[in-house]
């Protein structure tokens, strides 16, 4: 069932759960992610068990099978959104594409598009997985209930042979680039130049890797999750486009009438030896550059929440405290805030999109600025994956270290970026763009 431009009724939707423990959280992961390859609409949301990770909710989340759904361009994007998942009342799951920033502000996206994925897309599940401890929870709508007890057996079953199951037809893929070195720090010194003048202080610039050919997303998603396992990894899949992620950076999430939001700026390799890795984290997190990308995107997310907030709840929780991750060591600060009384849960993503950390400061300005020196429509790349429950809460991270594939124009696609402010050296931008794709290029240069 999809959603027409205006076609809306009440749904009052019971789901049927039916609970399982298991031993093996790593083969059950993959037995659930081998067996949902079989659906048209997969959002596969995973932990990786990240020990770091604040306000974890669930180890992983499998959402499968359209039962409505609504897809949109920017137009009227957030109140279309707001009034299905206000109506369905239910869980949903689904994307907000970067170029959602028209509809919150007077702002046009004119550049190249390989990808061509709608705007906003989002789905209402008729079987979702919820992994928590060594609990499974199956939360089935009622007309595919009888399905559960089949289902199961299927999934504990599945040995993930099938698809593992590498192509020999795949030509080796050419990855080439939107903006070469020498253009990228041209580029770059025009930024600086707005900083100088005084029109931003801070924006995130990125250049588009890309290749024409074919690819495995699923045995893809899985060797990059491997590299890197983060804490907010997504396999997605809707109408032929894949997106297939490594991010470590959560958006948003709401718990309760509590806002949580975790910006990270600020990039470190990890070293050799324990000592090596120790002094890189320490460098980072005393580099006067860095911390002042972060504080000043935490600036920004303050007042950005300060919109939907009650009267004095928004508070700074942790400040550019440095983590580690498989392959960087990343500075990410924690903002919180209590929702507002009357503020529908849409409203507060409304009023936050695009994320900070993907911006700049001012963020209009900057948006602005960026659309003119980028190459590429970012699409869904610095967008957002999440889900709502019916209770109205929500969780989303931030689309970066990710593959997006469109299996129709065979056209795959992986972005980088990176905060330029009045600090900034061109050259060391454009290495730490190449220390974040690392990942991506090591993947699909092992897959063709």
């Not at 609970?19 to 093996?24: F, N």
């Not at 949902?36 to 068990?49: P, R």
């Not at 907000?96 to 390989?114: H, I, Q, W």
């Not at 250049?207 to 804490?231: M, V, W």
């Amino acid at each position: 069932m999809h959603f027409g431009n205006a076609y809306f009724y009440k749904l009052k939707m019971n789901r049927t759960t039916q609970t399982h423990t298991y031993e093996d959280l790593v083969l059950l992961k993959q037995q659930l992610l081998a067996w949902a390859q079989a659906y048209d609409e997969v959002v596969w949301l995973d932990s990786n068990d990240y020990e770091y990770q604040a306000y974890p909710e669930y180890n992983a989340i499998l959402a499968v099978d359209a039962f409505t759904s609504i897809k949109t361009s920017y137009h009227g994007a957030f109140d279309r959104l707001e009034e299905y998942q206000q109506t369905t009342a239910d869980w949903i799951f689904g994307y907000l594409a970067y170029d959602l920033k028209n509809d919150v502000e007077k702002l046009t996206s004119k550049n190249d598009d390989g990808l061509h994925i709608p705007d906003l897309q989002f789905f209402q599940p008729k079987k979702l997985f919820l992994i928590k401890g060594n609990v499974i929870e199956m939360h089935y709508l009622g007309m595919v209930d009888d399905e559960m007890d089949e289902d199961w057996r299927s999934i504990t079953k599945e040995q993930n042979s099938i698809c593992d199951v590498v192509s020999a037809n795949n030509a080796p893929l050419k990855i080439k680039l939107k903006i070469h070195k020498e253009a990228y720090k041209e580029k770059v010194r025009t930024m600086l130049s707005h900083i100088n003048r005084g029109d931003i202080y801070e924006a995130n610039f990125c250049q588009e890797f890309y290749a024409y050919g074919t690819i495995d997303p699923y045995r893809t998603y899985k060797q990059l999750n491997a590299i890197s396992s983060p804490p907010f990894a997504t396999y997605l899949k809707m109408d032929m486009h894949y997106l297939l992620s490594a991010t470590p950076e959560r958006y948003i999430r709401k718990q309760g009438n509590k806002i949580i939001t975790q910006p990270i700026k600020g990039t470190a390799p990890r070293g050799k030896t324990l000592e090596e890795d120790n002094a890189f984290a320490k460098e980072l997190s005393q580099d006067p550059k860095e911390r002042s990308e972060n504080i000043m995107i935490v600036d920004l997310v303050r007042n950005d929440l300060s919109r939907t907030a009650q009267k004095g709840s928004v508070a700074v929780e942790t400040l550019c405290e440095v983590y580690p991750f498989k392959q960087v060591h990343q500075m990410i600060s924690t903002v919180i805030s209590e929702i507002g009384v009357g503020i529908s849960p849409v409203d507060v993503i409304r009023s936050t999109f695009p994320m900070g950390s993907m911006t700049g400061a001012p963020k209009v300005r900057a948006m602005q600025i960026i659309e003119t020196l980028e190459d590429t429509k970012r699409g869904l790349y610095s967008g957002s994956v999440g889900y709502f429950t019916p209770a109205g809460d929500f969780d989303f991270n931030v689309i970066i270290r990710s593959i997006l594939y469109n299996e129709t124009e065979k056209y795959i696609s992986y972005s980088v970026g990176g905060a330029i402010t009045a600090g900034s050296d061109p050259d060391k931008e454009y290495a730490e763009c190449l220390l974040k794709a690392k990942a991506m290029r090591e993947v699909l240069e092992q897959i063709s």
